[in-house]
């Protein structure tokens, strides 16, 4: 198979579904987006990156004619990630499916870094996946169900020390997953934890990826293909419909068996 074919798969419990994925812009975020439109589901995406935003949005228009909108989000601001939820919400009814996508792994080090800093990479990280989450809830108990998926990463598995305080934030995430899910289980709300490998997205290849870096990827890889952003979005999209019912509280991993 392609390194970067797209299934096939439908699941027709998506279809006319609204799905709210953060950070949908650019990267692993602008692939769900895309895979959730040719589901037929209706797409609301939130990002920082206005050109890209509108970009991405007015070619999926134009491919699928289907529901989908971007509304500019800085997820720093809770009242504006929560503002753009209800504008969700006006638009394409009740959201049933979460994607806590947004993240920024910029380098950082442990011995310079400052109380202003860490605070910032957590209000990026990790803030914005409880308070979407809140906001959410009475929207998906109407709905009778939803599915909110955070993405974590194996950065902190594999003990990576070039950027501690985005470790932590997504480490919290497994932890934050879990809570939730067994408050919100009550009321058939799934909540699981998505974690990609490192996937070649176009930020990955520009900026952090070098000759020593896919060598190191593929010694500790036991598939040796690269990831791409569609594998992460094959498994989005099971996660978020009726096919995965039962599945919640959980970490799923796809990083071809790194960790």
């Given at each position: ?192 934890t998505l974690i990609p490998g490192w996937v070649m997205t176009d930020k990955q290849l520009s900026c952090w990826l070098d000759a020593d870096n896919m060598k190191n990827i593929h010694n500790n890889q036991c598939l040796k293909q690269t990831l791409q952003p569609n594998d992460i979005a094959n498994t989005a999209l099971f996660l978020a419909a009726d096919d995965s019912r039962m599945l919640t509280a959980q970490s799923i991993i796809v990083d071809g068996g790194w960790v």
């Open positions: 198979m392609s390194e970067n074919a797209i299934s096939d798969t439908q699941y027709p419990s998506l279809k006319a579904r609204h799905v709210f994925i953060t950070g949908g812009a650019t990267g692993i975020g602008a692939t769900l987006v895309a895979r959730f439109c040719r589901q037929r589901a209706r797409v609301t995406f939130i990002d920082i990156d206005d050109q890209a935003g509108e970009a991405l949005c007015q070619k999926l228009l134009a491919e699928h004619g289907y529901e989908l909108q971007f509304i500019h989000c800085d997820i720093r601001d809770v009242d504006q990630l929560l503002n753009s939820i209800e504008q969700a919400n006006a638009a394409f009814g009740d959201i049933s499916v979460l994607i806590n996508n947004a993240a920024d792994d910029t380098r950082h080090d442990t011995e310079t870094l400052s109380v202003e800093y860490w605070d910032e990479r957590m209000a990026v990280n990790l803030r914005p996946c409880f308070f979407a989450a809140q906001a959410v809830v009475p929207q998906m108990k109407r709905s009778g169900g939803g599915s909110i998926i955070n993405m974590g990463s194996i950065s902190w598995r594999v003990k990576q020390d070039f950027m501690p305080a985005y470790t932590t934030a997504k480490a919290a995430i497994e932890g934050l997953t879990r809570t939730l899910a067994r408050h919100h289980g009550q009321d058939e709300i799934r909540v699981n």
